[in-house]
């Protein structure tokens, strides 16, 4: 993973709308608990975070490995973890 890496308007926007940090995100990014490789344009990075409510959720970062800088597609958390790890 490049270290630089661009976050999309959109990426930024469900950041906000989803309670997810910038350093939940680097995080995601630089340490993931797993990659999964969804098309040539599509790698997902995912981590198990515990927020400041206590519970633990799944960050999901979408990133286009095939420009440079990585983009960062969009981001989420979900709590169906079972689903995708």
Do not use: C, W
């Amino acid at each position: 993973m490049p270290s630089d890496t661009k976050l999309s308007k959109h990426a930024l926007e469900q950041m906000e709308a989803r309670g997810i940090s910038y350093s939940n995100v680097m995080q995601t990014i630089k340490e993931p608990d797993s990659i999964v490789e969804e098309s040539v344009n599509e790698r997902v990075y995912q981590k198990l975070i515990t927020f400041e409510n206590q519970k633990t959720y799944l960050i999901r970062v979408i990133i286009n490995p095939a420009v440079m800088p990585n983009l960062v597609l969009t981001v989420y958390r979900t709590s169906k973890i079972n689903k995708y790890l």
